[in-house]
């Protein structure tokens, strides 16, 4: 049996034990090891290929930024984002809806988890947005779409797997996901007040204050000061992403215990609990995925599929829409991680020799895979939203369309106009 008619049939076969309902974790490496076994490979392999997978230092960076968007979310200082937010516009048409999507860009830029995001903010915005009279599927949705910025404001778990596997720089990438979150925040706070004027959404009768706005600033003090310590650590250069995660991580537990006092040893240990399974579910992917990577690597797939979509076109805008259009699809029905494992190594070469950036190109894989976060049947994000409204996936589905759609115009916009990638990667940090 040739290569390629292996590789068609472990698909299938991947694709089967999800249906079934396995972890995706355990699907890949079930797949990996018949893999193994129908060529003939040394099963050693297995071992040797999942542990160089995840032996890599910028890996760490994975549980401290799961760890401080946890102990965030437990802690409660979420809360005082929304507060704030709420304070920025929440006079406006839509405000409550536009400061939960703030909020979530600013948690964002402190957790790099998109369920975290939903999560942390959710629990306090969804209820809030009801009481004053929106409808719980607006609420559910917006807040469900916010979420996905959680992955592409830096820090961003997603890119740093992306910069490890397609030796990019993760700084950089980190910066150009700033540029696609704010858009796709901006974006979804235009269709937020759309829908408000359509729904009809009563409108705070208080205007804004400055001094409402500085008294909810101070408050969120401490929220707004740690994707401070965080990104500044990285882009002055006085920490790598991986240290300034663990310092960011402290940062919050002191927060947790001697400020707010919310956080008991308890909470703590629950936390680091939490987090252990969260990132230990994640490298398990990524190990997983190194073997199927590994294994298409040994039968040159990369090298016929780069022949393959080369020969069909060199002109880079149809690759850009093929990619796009397959990595939708894909981010849909796989895990990030997963997906970024065993595809980049296959499409970054190819984008590199049609002249794309590699941050550029970088950030459109991930904003991809990241709207898969909203696009049934994957949908971590309305897993979430689901859990803190209690409506059916049918509805949360239906509600987060136009929100999907919005996302979709914002990928559009990046795939073509590069520079809202790249300006802060070159502002910040030179070509």
């Not at 920025?88 to 998109?114: E, N, P, W």
């Not at 959710?122 to 609420?139: C, D, H, L, N, W």
């Not at 550029?360 to 803190?388: D, E, M, Q, R």
Request: aromatic share 10%; glycine share 10%; hydrophobic share 60%.
């Amino acid at each position: 049996m040739s290569t390629a008619l292996i590789a068609l049939f472990l698909f299938a076969l991947f694709v089967l034990l999800i249906v079934l309902g396995i972890p995706i974790g355990f699907s890949l490496g079930i797949s990996g090891f018949i893999g193994l076994l129908a060529t003939d490979q040394n099963l050693m392999m297995f071992a040797q290929t999942f542990l160089s997978g995840i032996m890599n230092f910028a890996y760490l960076a994975i549980p401290f930024f799961v760890l401080l968007g946890i102990v965030m979310e437990r802690a409660g200082i979420s809360r005082s984002l929304v507060a704030f937010a709420d304070e920025l516009v929440g006079y406006m048409t839509g405000g409550l809806a536009m400061g939960t999507i703030v909020a979530c860009a600013i948690f964002a830029a402190i957790s790099g988890s998109g369920p975290a995001t939903v999560a942390a903010i959710g629990t306090v915005a969804i209820p809030e947005m009801v009481i004053k009279g929106y409808s719980q599927r607006f609420a559910a949705a917006v807040t469900a779409a916010g979420g996905i910025l959680g992955p592409i404001i830096p820090p961003s778990i997603p890119f740093i797997i992306y910069g490890v596997v397609a030796e990019v720089s993760i700084a950089k990438l980190f910066l150009g996901g700033l540029g696609a979150g704010l858009l796709l925040a901006a974006l979804m706070m235009i269709l937020s007040f759309i829908k408000a004027k359509i729904e009809k959404v009563p409108v705070s009768e208080e205007g804004p204050s400055l001094k409402g706005i500085c008294r909810a600033m101070w408050r969120a003090k401490l929220a707004l000061i740690a994707p401070g310590i965080v990104l500044g650590g990285i882009y002055t250069g006085v920490c790598t992403p991986t240290e300034a995660g663990g310092i960011g991580s402290i940062y919050v537990i002191i927060i947790g215990f001697a400020v707010t006092r919310t956080l008991t040893l308890k909470g703590l240990f629950e936390c680091l609990e939490k987090t252990a399974r969260t990132s230990a579910m994640i490298m398990f992917v990524i190990g997983t995925s190194y073997l199927l990577a590994w294994l298409m690597a040994s039968w040159s797939i990369p090298d016929a599929g780069a022949q393959l979509i080369m020969g069909m076109s060199q002109d880079k805008n149809i690759f850009l829409v093929f990619v796009n259009v397959l990595f939708l699809i894909i981010g849909s029905l796989l895990d990030t991680p997963a997906a970024i494992v065993i595809l980049a190594p296959i499409l970054h070469p190819i984008a590199l020799k049609l002249g794309i950036h590699p941050v550029h190109f970088g950030t459109i894989v991930v904003v991809n895979f990241v709207i898969g976060y909203i696009t049934p049947p994957f949908a971590y994000n309305l897993f979430v939203a689901k859990s803190i409204t209690g409506m059916t996936m049918d509805e949360v589905s239906a509600a987060v369309v136009p929100f999907i759609l919005v996302s979709l115009l914002g990928l559009i916009l990046i795939t073509y106009i590069p520079e809202i990638s790249l300006f802060f990667p070159r502002l910040f940090m030179g070509p």
